[in-house]
């Protein structure tokens, strides 16, 4: 498309809906997608599907504004749709109308909009919405006479400058009136034309196509006839198979899956590793400095990309004083295909304390500094690999928000857990000192539940799995002239608790949840048992938002 073309189909929309700057840009980027949104509402006793309308799009757009039109129409549905009539204007009325807007939106009147567009980008025709399945197609909009009257009730009679007689009604001029005028007119006295039709309407299934600026205020206007009016949560209408859509909905009205979008989240937590270690005598439970984690989280469709870690700003230097000082960082992410759910991540930990110290230290009192391992780190590589048995269930739903379950519904989920990670004594060697290292693979199958209960956009999931595995270590203890590698095998048993509770609207989700992993091996040939012991909360908020496609590079 070239420059002049463009610019004329942006002075057509600018002028006839009054667009700001900003306005504008949206509006490029709703012609450049094929994504057709709509909304529920209902009364009690009417239900209505708005669908709403971009004049000039893409042919996809407009396949899948049919697509949806056929399947509500197949179920019961009557069509109601916009359109000003000008052919039927008098001469007069069409060059008021034009002192209004700067033309005669009307193919015959106007320059046609095919002209300014190439084959990339179409305009509306309302002809492809009409007789699909049956007859029942309404137009429920106000006439050019109609429109001028109530314009001229408002601001008084239009005068038709000497600018407007003299150039053809095929040519564009300069309204000559506040743009804030017609707007009332284009927009509030249609909207209250529509909601009486719509109220007062036999019908009790009705879809309509108009203009998504007027949503907003034919909603607003039913709901002054009839307070009842509300978004139906039930979202009764289900979706259909359309090009490239953005909120697709599967599996019979299950799950909604935020296409094409961009999602925000932070979240406070506490998830840092822990450990219990039995020598058959005593107990060493072995903790970081469990202050408040920080994380942020993005995603697209189903993917993510995570970073944990711990601000100094969180910390607190009396605390450190007693527990010694905790650094902390995680970088994950998922990756999720249809059924199979995926996630990997890398921790790295360091600064340990001694939690029950007072049984090596009998002369130790609340306030006392704990026993410290400053130089003690923990390094991991962990991911796990599952399959929702039941297609119906939304994991992503519960973890990272991508998707939004819309009925209530569980799953079975087998799942593999794989985790490669090292435990390592840093303190620096003396001559009657020693430090030890492990190094372990771990490798895990078993089998869990999760079911998620769905009120409106509130949501409460609770999961538990269990798996059994094996355990392999490599410890190596060093002193400062040598070192000694032992190697041992064991049985492993895992257990994944998952509670979470939070609401997942269109744009904003938040919500509280809680993880409970405990893990514990014994050595072969040994006495010593190690546990692995997490109670794991979350408070997480995000924000979801369409990516931005930048208009095209447009030919001079």
């Given amino acids: 498309m070239n420059s002049r073309r463009l610019s004329f189909l942006f002075s057509i929309i600018l002028v006839f809906f009054g667009l700001t700057n900003c306005q504008l840009l949206s509006t490029v980027n709703q012609i450049d997608s094929t994504d057709v949104s709509y909304s529920e509402y209902t009364n009690g006793n009417k239900r209505l599907v708005f669908v709403g309308m971009i004049h000039i799009a893409q042919p996809e757009f407009y396949e899948n504004v049919e697509s949806i039109v056929r399947y509500a129409k197949e179920d019961g549905y009557v ?24 033309f005669v939106p ?8 095919h ?23 309404f137009v429920v909009d106000v006439t050019p006479a109609e429109f001028i009257a109530a314009y001229e009730e408002e601001f008084g009679e239009i005068a038709i400058s000497n600018i407007n007689q003299r150039t053809p009604l095929t040519k564009i001029i300069k309204s000559s009136v506040p743009a804030s005028q017609v707007r009332k007119i284009l927009l509030d006295y249609r909207n209250q034309h529509i909601a009486k039709a719509i109220n007062n309407a036999d019908y009790n299934k009705i879809i309509i196509l108009y203009s998504s600026k007027n949503e907003p205020g034919i909603i607003s206007e039913l709901q002054k006839l009839n307070e009842n009016w509300k978004r139906d949560p039930t979202r009764y209408f289900k979706e259909v198979e359309m090009k490239m859509p953005a909120n697709p909905i599967v599996a019979d009205g299950y799950i909604e899956k935020f296409k094409n979008q961009f999602g925000v989240r932070s979240a406070v937590h506490n998830d840092i590793e822990g450990f219990i270690l039995n020598d058959g005598n005593q107990e060493f439970e072995i903790f970081p400095n469990t202050s408040t984690v920080g994380s942020v989280k993005l995603t697209y469709d189903t993917y993510s990309i995570s970073l944990d870690f711990h601000p100094e700003f969180f910390g607190n230097s009396d605390d450190e004083d007693i527990r010694g000082k905790t650094t902390h960082y995680i970088i994950g992410g998922n990756f999720n295909f249809k059924r199979i759910i995926n996630n990997l991540s890398y921790t790295k930990t360091r600064g340990y304390y001694l939690r029950n110290t007072e049984d090596f230290n009998t002369n130790w009192v609340d306030g006392d500094p704990f026993i410290q391992f400053p130089d003690l780190e923990f390094k991991g590589l962990h991911g796990t690999s599952g399959y929702l048995l039941n297609p119906r269930f939304s994991f992503n739903a519960t973890t990272f928000q991508s998707e939004r379950q819309l009925k209530s519904v569980g799953s079975f989920v087998p799942r593999v857990f794989y985790r490669f990670f090292s435990i390592d004594d840093k303190t620096t060697l003396t001559d009657t000192s020693s430090s030890q290292k492990t190094s372990n693979i771990e490798l895990l199958a078993g089998i869990g539940y999760y079911h998620t209960f769905v009120k409106n956009d509130f949501y409460l999931t609770l999961g538990l799995t269990t798996s059994i595995g094996n355990h392999n270590t490599k410890l190596t203890t060093r002193t400062l002239s040598e070192s000694f590698e032992d190697r041992r095998n064991s049985m492993m048993t895992r257990i994944d608790g998952l509670a979470t509770v ?11 949840g809680t993880t ?16 692995d012991s997490r109670f794991v909360y979350r408070i997480f908020a995000g924000i979801r938002f369409k990516s931005i496609k930048l208009p095209k590079v447009l030919n001079p």
Avoid at 83 to 93: L, S
């Fill in 502 to 512: 939070g609401y997942n609207g269109d744009h904003f989700y938040s919500g509280f």
């Fill in 106 to 113: 009307s193919p015959n009147r106007s320059i046609p909009l």
């Fill in 79 to 102: 069509l109601f749709y916009e359109q000003i009539d000008f052919e039927v204007a008098t001469t007069e009325e069409m060059r008021k109308v034009k002192e209004l807007i700067g």
């Fill in 516 to 531: 409970l992993n405990y893990s514990s091996y014994r050595q072969d040939n040994a006495t010593a048992s190690v546990g």
């Fill in 115 to 137: 002209a300014a567009l190439d084959q990339e980008y179409i305009s509306q025709d309302i002809d492809d919405f009409l007789h699909i399945v049956n007859e029942m197609d």
